[in-house]
């Protein structure tokens, strides 16, 4: 299958990556030119295209993608889209519970947004589909990655797209 790293960088040749989700966050950087990770976002696809990772993301995404841009932006060619399932609600009903309890507990600060139950939502399709890394940046999602990760209820990790592709490729040049 494939061998998740704690530490979110991958060597290409000890790991064998065979699915990424790329959540909303990756998006918006790959389409505005001006944010400061669009380059990185853009890098992290012609990646993924390169070594023929299956990519997918959800139609939750691209409905918060469509809240500010054109929907039929999004890479469809290239990208898998997942719809939310029946499979897909059990688990994100199991991890939000966990989330939840631990935002009440204060052991996941989150900003004053409703994030996770969209989040588990996209958290549940991930590790339906077992990919290795969730792609993003987004500090609340990657917050909630952690915990459930940390918990032994996701087997992914959370990849910041802050972080240059050669860096978690492990790469020198």
Not at 9 to 35: A, C, G, H, P, W
Not at 147 to 171: C, H, K, N
Request: net charge neutral; charged share 25%; hydrophobic share 45%.
């Amino acid at each position: 299958m494939y061998k998740i790293l704690t530490c979110g960088y991958f060597n290409k040749e000890d790991v064998k990556i065979e699915s990424v989700f790329l959540d909303t966050s990756f998006f918006i950087r790959l389409f505005k030119k001006d944010d400061p990770n669009h380059k990185q976002a853009r890098a992290y696809l012609d990646r993924f295209l390169q070594d023929e990772i299956s990519i997918y993301t959800s139609t939750i995404v691209a409905a918060e993608f469509g809240v500010k841009s054109d929907i039929d932006l999004l890479p469809f060619r290239v990208v898998k889209m997942l719809s939310f399932d029946l499979e897909h609600a059990r688990i994100a009903s199991r991890l939000a519970r966990a989330a939840f309890d631990s935002k009440r507990k204060g052991v996941v600060i989150l900003e004053n947004r409703v994030i996770i139950p969209n989040d588990t939502k996209l958290i549940a399709q991930s590790e339906a589909i077992q990919a290795a890394y969730f792609v993003g940046k987004d500090d609340n999602a990657k917050a909630v990655i952690q915990f459930l990760q940390d918990q032994g209820l996701i087997r992914f990790t959370y990849l910041d797209i802050s972080i240059p592709v050669a860096e978690t490729y492990g790469e020198l040049f």
